[in-house]
């Protein structure tokens, strides 16, 4: 990494977080009362911090634009959007499916993505409203920021569930990864909020309300993380909450599950067959539920890089060094400032009994979630209301005036992010969990030149040798004849003039992404030459397919 070297913008960064120091120092025996007044204020509170990333995030587009999806998985839940709004849950298979091949993507028995119903029905609902599936990221994004506040008012006081809705909007929210793809935790986020937000609640009263909110929440969880709803039951079970509403509960819970075997069958064939499964008999991923004694191999990777991929994925022979090597992961729920409230959770597991069922339950998270060879950011994304639950708790517990020091540096740690993300800053890469979009990507480019490009086509995709296997450009949409532009795999001249006449009519044009700039031209039958070679250093530039899109 460079070093940093100090521009105008980043001492206008650094300053700004100096002066808002001496504000919050100055106005800090006004801003107590009024949080105390406003805390009172259950429903106001929400709308605040449900709007809050919205605002924050909006006020960023024009230096970040809406979001270009780049990873497979992203493109795979789009997939699930586009079939939903389709009207269906599988598509039918594909008479060029060869062609079409791509990650995460069945062919046969269906054209269909690999991946549960949940997340793509969030987007759908944005498209369907306002003509962008990124906007079901923002509405989902929202609801979890307000959910959070909810479900920390059933543990905690008026005042700090303010204080943790407020941090949860801004961690998880305008510069967060969750908020700038297409395959974010939010969704399961809220879920989780509904679960244990409910909990404390129908022990206190037993109200269908609540125990629908509980069945909601892991109706919501089973439609996007499947395997960790095992651990969510249990983690309900542990808690033992009783009274009718559980019927209630365990009814919609149920519609949840008639749902996924539902797409089991319309997917696969089988009820009990889930596509996750069809794909990793058929592509050999996703990883299995199984360990590994030794690293998946993986072409044209340093020993470096290597050994940072066994780092990520957690290949290893021992079930316990996988689980310390991801320990490091976990700091992307906390900012910094809050690893000190963290620790002064710790002094609370003796004397309160809901701090020993929270640190339970996130063993129970961790220690479960070990069993699958990777680890991904929303892997777990149903317990961060409990992470936010032990950072208000550590601050509760530490003296009055050092608790007030970490919420005010966790604040002012995102203002100063948010500042520099903002102006553009040279500081930025820097930012240990920069998810936020950057113009200028070779897909938004390539987007472009295909939007101004009149007419239907059809782009066959041509990878050069040193091509990063991962970085795929193959995705269509669910009706691919249907589709203004079609993506298919260069196969060669004899295969792919059988394409081209079954889509007569559409200009056809050539991509090659490894081009530096990637380009498109118009395809020809015939050899090609590269105008340009790839760089030497891409051939062992390999991507994790687990490491974090920046």
Same mark, same amino acid.
């Given at each position: ?13 650094? +300053? ?76 039918? +298979? ?47 994004? +929202? ?408």
């Amino acid at each position: 990494m460079n070093a940093v070297v100090m521009n105008a913008s980043d001492a206008i960064e650094l +300053a700004l977080t100096i002066v808002l120091c001496g504000i919050a120092l100055c106005w800090r025996p006004y801003l107590a009362p009024a949080a105390a007044r406003l805390a009172e204020r259950p429903r106001t509170c929400l709308a605040i911090i449900a709007t809050l990333p919205l605002v924050l995030r909006l006020a960023l587009l024009a230096a970040h634009p809406v979001p270009v999806p780049s990873n497979y998985d992203e493109f795979s839940h789009l997939l699930v959007t586009d079939t939903l709004l389709n009207g269906r849950l599988a598509n039918p +298979a594909h008479s060029f499916a060869r062609f079409f091949e791509t990650f995460f993507v069945l062919q046969q028995p269906t054209y269909s993505s690999i991946y549960p119903p949940g997340l793509g029905f969030s987007m759908a609902v944005g498209r369907l409203l306002f003509g962008l599936p990124w906007a079901g990221v923002l509405l989902t994004t +929202a609801s979890f920021a307000a959910a959070c506040y909810w479900m920390l008012r059933a543990w905690t006081t008026p005042v700090w569930a303010l204080g943790g809705g407020v941090l949860a909007a801004l961690s998880f929210g305008p510069l967060s990864p969750w908020m700038n793809t297409y395959w974010g935790g939010s969704w399961t986020a809220t879920a989780g909020c509904l679960v244990f937000g409910a909990l404390p609640r129908l022990r206190k009263r037993a109200s269908l309300r609540d125990g629908a909110l509980l069945g909601i929440g892991l109706g919501m969880h089973l439609l996007s993380r499947p395997f960790e709803t095992v651990f969510l039951v249990l983690a309900v079970a542990f808690y033992r909450p009783r009274g009718r509403p559980l019927i209630f509960a365990a009814l919609i819970f149920l519609a949840a599950a008639s749902v996924t075997l539902l797409q089991n069958k319309r997917v696969t064939g089988e009820w009990l067959t889930s596509p996750y499964v069809v794909s990793q008999y058929q592509y050999g991923v996703p990883a299995p539920l199984t360990f590994q004694t030794k690293p998946v191999p993986h072409r044209n990777l340093t020993p470096g890089q290597e050994r940072d991929y066994q780092m990520q994925a957690g290949f290893r022979s021992a079930w316990f060094p996988r689980l310390a090597a991801r320990v490091r992961s976990y700091r992307f729920y906390f900012y910094p400032p809050l690893y000190l409230a963290l620790a002064a959770f710790l002094f609370t597991l003796r004397r309160a009994p809901q701090s020993r069922y929270v640190a339970l339950v996130c063993l129970l998270f961790a220690l479960g979630t070990n069993f699958f060879p990777a680890f991904r950011y929303h892997y777990i994304a149903g317990i961060v209301c409990l992470f936010m639950l032990t950072a208000v708790e550590g601050m509760r517990a530490a003296p009055a005036p050092a608790a007030r020091w970490l919420l005010a540096f966790a604040f002012l740690h995102f203002i100063f992010w948010y500042g520099a993300h903002a102006g553009e800053s040279s500081l930025t890469a820097w930012d240990a969990w920069n998810g936020i979009n950057h113009p200028g990507s070779p897909r938004t480019a390539v987007a472009s030149e295909l939007a101004s490009t009149p007419g239907d086509l059809l782009v066959f995709v041509r990878y050069w040798p040193a091509h990063i296997f991962q970085d795929e450009w193959v995705w269509n949409d669910a009706d691919i004849d249907r589709s203004r532009v079609i993506f298919a795999r260069d196969l060669g001249d004899t295969e792919n003039l059988q394409l081209v006449r079954n889509y007569q009519g559409r200009t056809v044009l050539l991509l090659e992404p490894d081009a530096k700039p990637a380009r498109l031209s118009v395809w020809a039958p015939g050899p090609t030459t590269p105008v340009s070679t790839p760089s030497p250093a891409s051939a062992t530039n390999q991507r994790d397919p687990f490491e974090p899109v920046r």
